[in-house]
């Protein structure tokens, strides 16, 4: 007889402490949420951040290369512009292609490949790119970014005229006297907004990762107390029934009498 009635009140008793139980179970899932999306966030900026030092080196690099190849008309310097440049019209294609508002997923992809971005965070910068290119950075680093493109499209010009000039060997000392001239002045004009743009992707990333840790904290500290206030009525219903069936029990001799 005693076990039953123990069963009985046990039963109860489980049944009353199982929303806590379900309620810290959401609480510790809320917080990894929230962490996850926290990386997620971060896996996306460090992807920027990524194409931004290859994009900038590359910038830096063209230059140099030209500059060199304008010199001593050697072809390896003429590769290796080609290849910086590449990297440049990689990125740029991309970023055109997902500001348009309809492009394809895939081609996206290639071209930040061929840039040399993470394989991981593409698919989150495509994200950024394509949802919040209208955001404070990203649309002060996006605006200098394109600022540089008709600077660097006049590397080229510049470029494939040395080519042609060197493969006829119709080039002049005072020919390529112009053309470095040329070279550094496009290259004054360039490396603001490359320091411009790597600086507003920095703040952009300080700025998102204070916010993101400060959500993350006040949320979880919320859930938290909300869990306290849940566990506080629970418990403090638990005690008054007990209260209740030890004031039946004590006076249980009394009524008997």
Request: proline share 2%; no cysteine; hydrophobic share 45%.
């Given at each position: 007889?005693?076990?039953?009635?123990?069963?009985?009140?046990?039963?109860?008793?489980?049944?009353?402490?199982?929303?806590?139980?379900?309620?810290?179970?959401?609480?510790?899932?809320?917080?990894?949420?929230?962490?996850?999306?926290?990386?997620?966030?971060?896996?996306?900026?460090?992807?920027?951040?990524?194409?931004?030092?290859?994009?900038?080196?590359?910038?830096?690099?063209?230059?140099?290369?030209?500059?060199?190849?304008?010199?001593?008309?050697?072809?390896?310097?003429?590769?290796?512009?080609?290849?910086?440049?590449?990297?440049?019209?990689?990125?740029?294609?991309?970023?055109?292609?997902?500001?348009?508002?309809?492009?394809?997923?895939?081609?996206?992809?290639?071209?930040?490949?061929?840039?040399?971005?993470?394989?991981?965070?593409?698919?989150?910068?495509?994200?950024?790119?394509?949802?919040?290119?209208?955001?404070?950075?990203?649309?002060?680093?996006?605006?200098?970014?394109?600022?540089?493109?008709?600077?660097?499209?006049?590397?080229?010009?510049?470029?494939?005229?040395?080519?042609?000039?060197?493969?006829?060997?119709?080039?002049?000392?005072?020919?390529?006297?112009?053309?470095?001239?040329?070279?550094?002045r496009l290259n004054k004009l360039i490396r603001?907004?490359?320091?411009?743009?790597?600086?507003?992707?920095?703040?952009?990333?300080?700025?998102?990762?204070?916010?993101?840790?400060?959500s993350v904290m006040v949320l979880s500290a919320?859930?938290?107390?909300?869990?306290?206030?849940?566990?506080?009525?629970?418990?403090?219903?638990?005690?008054?029934?007990?209260?209740?069936?030890?004031l039946l029990f004590d006076s249980a001799a009394?009524?008997?009498?």
């Open positions: 007889m005693r076990r039953d009635s123990f069963t009985s009140l046990q039963q109860p008793l489980a049944k009353r402490l199982r929303p806590l139980v379900y309620a810290l179970i959401a609480m510790v899932a809320f917080i990894l949420l929230l962490t996850w999306a926290t990386l997620q966030v971060q896996t996306a900026l460090a992807g920027f951040l990524n194409g931004e030092s290859l994009w900038s080196k590359a910038q830096k690099q063209v230059t140099i290369d030209l500059l060199n190849y304008a010199a001593t008309g050697d072809a390896a310097d003429y590769a290796d512009f080609q290849g910086n440049y590449a990297i440049l019209e990689a990125y740029r294609s991309a970023r055109e292609k997902v500001l348009s508002g309809d492009f394809d997923y895939d081609e996206v992809e290639q071209d930040l490949r061929r840039g040399g971005a993470i394989a991981v965070a593409i698919p989150k910068a495509i994200f950024l790119l394509d949802h919040f290119a209208d955001s404070y950075f990203m649309e002060k680093a996006l605006r200098e970014w394109r600022a540089s493109d008709s600077a660097v499209a006049k590397l080229k010009v510049i470029a494939d005229e040395l080519h042609r000039s060197y493969a006829d060997g119709s080039i002049s000392h005072a020919e390529i006297v112009r053309q470095r001239n040329r070279i550094n603001p907004h490359t320091n411009q743009f790597s600086m507003a992707l920095a703040q952009g990333a300080v700025t998102v990762g204070r916010v993101s840790f400060v919320a859930a938290f107390f909300l869990w306290l206030l849940m566990a506080r009525r629970t418990l403090a219903g638990i005690r008054s029934s007990e209260e209740r069936y030890r009394d009524a008997i009498v």
